[in-house]
């Protein structure tokens, strides 16, 4: 199983961490994405890229106010120097001794553990484990956009599924969602609307 190696973690708590990774590593980890931290043994937690933030730093600032920035000098700026990058996630499960949980994980991953973008396989198996147990950390996370990381997940664990045949899986998901917030009208919409745009 071939491993992505997106970055390292920079800080952590129970309920999320933050990975630092250089400018060049930004094609692969998108919002939505589905990553992994593996820890002793076959302990790993889970999380959603929620936010992507690429930081300012001293030359950046002088080369944005200069006439002309030619191309040499941004591509060396984004390949050969290290360009600060965060990647922001959101726990949402971890997997013990062989069995996914959709819990939040009994302890954090340390700093600079090595974050991997998951598989396919490894989001199919994420995904179908239990019944969408870790939307409920989504639901609550009300300072997150909520609506387009859950049709951003939804629409990249809908591919995976659909690659290995499930094509249902996209519609058992949207029907949780409906179930999980009757309640709640205005989220509701938001995410259908979301849902509807990502297609």
């Known amino acids: 199983m071939k491993q992505f190696e997106i970055g390292r973690l920079l800080r952590a708590g129970t309920t999320g961490f933050v990975v630092g990774c250089r400018v060049a590593q930004i094609d692969a980890p998108s919002f939505g994405a589905l990553v992994r931290v593996p820890l002793d043994g076959d302990y790993q937690v889970y999380g959603l890229i929620h ?78 484990s239990g019944r969408f147990g870790y939307f409920r ?16 997940h939804i629409q990249q664990a809908g591919m995976a599924h659909a690659e290995a045949g499930n094509a249902q899986w996209k519609n058992d998901a949207t029907q949780e969602l409906i179930t999980l917030l009757r309640d709640d009208y205005a989220t509701l919409m938001s995410v259908l609307g979301a849902l509807g745009d990502a297609g």
């Open 137 to 152: 950390h989504l639901l609550r996370a009300i300072d997150l956009p909520v609506g387009e990381l859950l049709a951003a």
């Open 51 to 128: 936010d992507i933030h690429i930081d300012d730093d001293g030359l950046v600032r002088q080369l944005v106010t200069a006439e002309e920035v030619e191309e040499a000098v941004i591509a060396d700026n984004r390949v050969n120097r290290n360009v600060p990058l965060e990647l922001s996630v959101l726990t949402i499960g971890y997997k013990l001794d062989g069995k996914i949980s959709h819990l939040l994980p009994p302890r954090p991953p340390l700093s600079l553990d090595v974050i991997y973008l998951c598989t396919p396989e490894e989001v199919r198996q994420f995904t179908s």
